[in-house]
C-alpha cells in the first residue's frame, strides 16, 4: 500500500526534472506546487502527456487512489521509479504449486502437514516427476526425519523411487539432504509468473489459421501444422498454468513456439484467467529467453530430491 505524503515544503524551483511525453505508461513519482505554495509527492502511472499538463493514476488505498492532473508548470522534480511490485509475486512457493492438480486431476493425493505425496500413472507415456514426488514445501506437521520416512514408505510401497520436489536451498531440502537426500539427475527448474493481460499484449502474433484447440473441461491443447508445435495449458481459478510445450526441431525458428502460447494465453484470458504460470529447467537457455520476453519472471527455484537407498 502506498499512502500519499504530507504536504512538503515547496522546492524553490520548478522544472528541475527530464520526464517528458516519454513516461506515458510508465510509473513515475513528481513533486509539485499546491496552491498555498507548499509541495507534495505523486507516485503512480502517467498515463497522459499534454502541452500543459501530465494526468498520473495513482497508487494507493481506494479512497485516495486513481487520476490527478498536474500543471506542468507546478513540477518541481520528477523521475520514472520500478514498476510496482505484483501481488501474486509474494505469494508462498507452496499456495503456486497446488495449482498444479489443475493439470493432472488423474493424480492421487495423500497429505503429510502441509506436504503432499503425489502419485499418477503414466501420462503421455511416461512418469512424470511432478505428479508422482512429494510437494515437500510448508510444514509436514511432524518431525523431519519422520516425515522422511512416512514419504520414502509411500513410494517404496508403490514400486518407485521415493522423490520430493522442494524449494532450492530452502530450509526443507537442508534436512533432507542431511537425512540421505540427494538430488536427482535432471537439473533445477524455475517457476515463473506473469500477468495474463501483459504477456498477450507482449505477444503480438497473429492467430494460426489451421491452429487445433482440443478443450476437455479446464484444460487445453492446442496443436500447429499437424502436431510440429503443441502446449498445454490448465486453468485453476483464475491461476493458467501452461506445459508440456513442444515444437519440433525441423519446425523450430518459426514463431510457433510463441503462436501456440498465444492460443493458450488467449483461451486463459477468455476463461477469467489473470496469472500465468510454468516451469521450466534451469538450464533450458532458449525456453528461458523467450519467456522472459513475454515479461514472465522467476518466482522460486524448484529441486527434486531422491532418497538413497539405505
Not at 500543471?71 to 520514472?80: C, E, I, R
Request: glycine share 10%.
Amino acid at each position: 500500500m502506498v499512502e500519499t505524503p504530507e504536504p512538503q515544503p515547496a522546492e524553490t524551483t520548478v522544472g528541475r526534472h527530464t520526464l517528458g511525453p516519454h513516461v506515458v505508461g510508465r510509473r513515475i513519482v513528481v513533486r509539485h506546487l499546491l496552491p498555498d505554495g507548499s509541495a507534495t509527492d505523486v507516485l503512480g502511472t502517467c498515463t497522459s502527456w499534454g502541452e500543459a499538463s501530465l494526468t498520473i493514476d495513482r497508487d494507493g488505498r481506494p479512497d485516495d487512489a486513481g487520476p490527478v492532473e498536474i500543471a506542468l508548470s507546478d513540477v518541481v522534480t520528477g523521475k520514472p521509479v520500478p514498476p510496482r511490485a505484483s501481488v501474486r509475486a509474494r505469494v508462498a512457493a507452496r499456495d503456486i504449486e497446488l495449482h498444479s492438480f489443475a493439470d493432472w486431476p488423474e493424480v492421487t493425493r495423500e497429505p503429510l502437514g502441509e506436504w503432499v505425496i503425489r502419485s499418477s500413472p503414466p501420462i503421455g507415456g511416461r512418469l512424470l516427476k511432478r505428479a508422482n514426488s512429494a510437494l515437500a514445501m510448508g510444514d509436514p506437521g511432524l518431525p523431519l526425519e519422520e516425515a522422511s520416512a512416512r514419504v520414502r514408505a509411500a513410494y517404496e510401497q508403490l514400486g518407485r523411487r521415493p522423490l520430493a520436489q522442494v524449494e532450492r536451498d530452502g530450509e526443507v531440502e537442508r534436512g533432507l539432504r542431511d537425512l540421505g537426500w540427494e538430488p536427482y539427475g535432471v537439473g533445477d527448474s524455475e517457476t515463473m509468473l506473469a500477468g495474463v493481460a501483459s504477456v498477450v499484449r507482449a505477444l503480438s502474433v497473429a492467430a494460426q489459421a489451421d491452429a487445433e484447440l482440443l478443450e476437455d473441461g479446464d484444460r487445453l491443447t492446442v496443436r500447429l501444422l499437424d502436431g510440429a508445435a503443441t502446449g498445454e495449458a490448465s486453468l485453476d481459478g483464475d491461476w493458467l498454468c501452461l506445459h508440456s510445450l513442444q515444437v519440433d526441431p525441423e519446425h523450430r525458428r518459426r514463431g510457433l513456439a510463441r503462436s501456440a502460447i498465444a492460443e493458450l494465453l488467449d483461451w486463459g484470458a477468455s476463461r477469467g484467467a489473470r496469472t500465468a504460470w510454468l516451469h521450466v529447467e534451469s538450464d533450458n537457455a532458449p525456453a528461458l529467453a523467450l519467456y522472459a520476453g513475454l515479461g514472465f519472471r522467476a518466482h522460486h527455484l524448484n529441486r527434486y530430491l531422491v532418497a538413497r537407498d539405505v
